[in-house]
């Protein structure tokens, strides 16, 4: 349960850091819009990308981990003091 909690974070983050910087929300960032000099960094394409980049590592990293976690298997469990079932001597 806490790795699909885990894939769940880094894909919602990643696919924000992929589709945000090219919004329209971004764009309108009040404190982008008090900032010259912010501003001006923020609406650079590399910065953009950057974060997209940032992005995909992003969901890159949840899908290694939704995989790990739907691969793995869960150990069965053993009960102390329980009889063998192997072949008696």
Do not use: H
């Not at 790795?3 to 982008?32: E, K, M, Q």
């Not at 609406?43 to 980049?53: D, F, H, K, Q, T």
Request: charged fraction near 10%.
């Amino acid at each position: 349960m806490r790795r699909l909690l885990l894939a769940t974070l880094f894909l919602w983050a990643g696919f924000l850091l992929i589709l945000v910087p090219w919004s329209v929300f971004w764009d309108r960032n009040y404190f982008a819009q008090t900032l010259p000099a912010l501003q001006s960094l923020m609406e650079n394409y590399y910065v953009r990308g950057a974060i997209s980049g940032l992005g995909l590592v992003n969901v890159y990293f949840g899908l290694a981990e939704l995989v790990a976690a739907i691969t793995s298997r869960p150990s069965p469990p053993t009960s102390i003091g329980a009889p063998s079932v192997g072949p008696r001597e």
